[in-house]
């Protein structure tokens, strides 16, 4: 069981490398990866209270994915502002061709 969490923790790190969108967030998460991939055995075998730290990052993981959810959603709202607080772009009218016979020979 110990090892299924901790393969899940790997697989879920992984998705969420490939998920996020900010770089910073991004880098955070590749960095819980390694760290996953790296006490997969040797916590276990070498260091028992290493698991503070293994936890450590999976809670940092979970806070990275909020973060990035949040500036995505500060990001689209900011963006939604900003379009509807600029003023319409000019419309061109453009003046329609002349066209042969209408109007040649006609007086009011």
Known sequence: LVYFVRLYMILFAFRQVLALRTGFHRAVATACLMFF?????????????????????GGLLL???????????????ARAAALSAAPPPPS???????AAGLGAGMRP
Not at 37 to 57: E, M
Not at 66 to 77: E, P, Q, T, V
Request: proline share 5%; hydrophobic share 60%.
């Open 37 to 57: 991939l790296a006490q997969l055995l040797g916590s276990v075998i070498f260091d028992v209270t290493s698991g503070l730290y293994y936890w450590f990052f």
């Open 63 to 77: 806070t990275v994915i909020r973060l990035d959810r949040l500036a995505i959603a500060k990001a689209f709202r």
């Open 92 to 98: 061109r009218v453009l003046p329609l061709p002349a």
